[in-house]
């Protein structure tokens, strides 16, 4: 027998699509899928690593990051907690279950709908635009144990702090809460906005650990998912380039800097380029935390960046996000002529996109490799070679 239970939440729940599919017939898909989009673009890569999955202890549980929402299954039914359901975007089912997730996870989701409906608090309504409970985010420290803890509310009246942080404290958990805290948003928009942060207790950052360096992650930043997947993908990655030492490096859409401390450590200097200016500001503090003073970070959209400053790499690695490169992006890093490009990705078919005009502009894709780092989900990973001619 496969080493799976259908989740009891997958009826409704859209998180998990390869639920009851047997995970070597996963895998076996989402490298299908990855070759079909490089197919479609004209994109031959001289060598093809076949999909590398998650080991088995590491299928399940593997998520430090969760961001729930406050509604209700049907209309002015009772709240739930949870996600968003299929197909249905109105609709949220409570997964109290999830199997991506630590367990002390499920356990704060209850104790958080508990709490909601022994207080009588109301979720926030997304017509009406009134109501209290927006969302929980929950983050973990997957090597330190710590959790941080971000209820989203709006600005309405009535909600008890102290009790909510009491409760939370009483809970039986397996990690450590090392801060409870709370933002304010009234934005109508529905997503996760910060208009006001309120540290209810302890800190508003955990310390996380990857590929023996330190990082501070604070309640907004940007961080990787799955770390122990990450740095399998990570090392390998890094591998590809021939060889780094005393060169000048850039990291492109480098988030909070991890792949820029790690190039740090045996360039001569690295400058991280990331449009999202918390981000910018862990990673500098993620350097200094990690002795690193060989690296530099810039706030700021790639392409703009890359076309106020002077500086000239040797090497270069991009991680953008899903949607991939702009066209202009592309073409300042092809002006460049670097000899080795190494483009990590998380949508496949935005890197084939990518691909195709590095290809046509005079690059050769030497390798890939797709990487299943989010089992039973949509989500795959993918680390290319680009050789210049």
């Keep these: 027998m496969e080493d799976f239970k259908i989740c009891v939440h997958d009826e409704f729940c859209g998180g998990c699509i390869y639920q009851g599919i047997p995970y070597e017939q996963q895998l ?30 590491h299928k399940y549980r593997y998520r430090n990051k969760m961001e729930y929402t406050f509604g209700d299954f049907v209309k002015d039914g009772p709240t739930c907690l949870g ?3 299929k197909k249905n975007f109105m609709s949220i089912i409570t997964v109290d279950q999830c ?29 009406s635009h009134k109501g209290l409970l ?7 420290g997957i090597r330190t144990g710590e959790l941080l803890i971000n209820l989203v509310t709006s600005r309405e009246a009535g909600f008890d702090e102290e009790d909510y942080v009491k409760g939370l404290q009483g809970l039986s958990l397996q ?33 996380e650990e990857i590929l023996g360096l330190k990082f501070k992650v604070s309640a907004f930043s940007f961080f990787q998912t799955n770390v122990e997947a990450v740095e ?3 090392s390998e990655a890094l591998a590809l380039i021939d060889d780094f030492s005393g060169k000048k490096a850039f990291d492109l859409y480098c988030g909070t800097g991890t792949i820029s401390q790690v190039l740090a450590l045996k360039a001569k200097e690295v400058t991280g380029v990331e449009l999202v200016e918390e981000a910018v500001e862990a990673a500098k503090v993620n350097a200094e935390l990690n002795g690193l003073s060989n690296c530099k970070f810039i706030a700021g959209d790639v392409f703009n960046v890359l076309s106020s400053i002077d500086e000239k ?9 899903r949607v991939g490169m702009s066209m202009d992006a592309v073409e300042k890093i092809i002006s460049y002529g670097v000899p080795q490009i190494v483009y990590i990705s998380c949508n496949p078919k935005s890197l084939a996109l990518n691909l195709q005009q590095f290809v046509y502009n005079g690059y050769v894709v030497k390798y890939a490799k797709p990487f299943d780092n989010f089992p039973w989900t949509k989500h795959t990973e993918c680390i290319v070679m680009l050789e210049r001619k």
């Design 313 to 321: 790499p040797e090497v270069i690695v991009v991680d953008p996000p």
């Design 83 to 85: 996600m968003h359901k």
């Design 28 to 57: 076996t898909q989402k490298e299908e899928e990855v070759r079909g989009f490089f197919a479609d673009r004209g994109i031959k890569p001289e060598q093809f690593d076949a999909i590398e999955g998650c080991p088995a202890d």
């Design 99 to 127: 199997q991506l997730v630590d367990e002390d996870f499920n356990k704060i989701l209850k104790f958080n709908l508990e709490f909601a409906q022994a207080h009588n608090y109301k979720h926030y309504n997304k017509k």
């Design 175 to 207: 990690n450590q809460i090392v801060g409870i805290l709370r933002t304010l948003n009234d934005n109508i928009a529905d997503k996760v906005t910060c208009e006001e942060l309120k540290i209810l207790w302890g800190r508003d950052y955990y310390m």
């Design 134 to 140: 927006r969302n929980l985010v929950i983050r973990k």
């Design 232 to 234: 399998r993908l990570y």
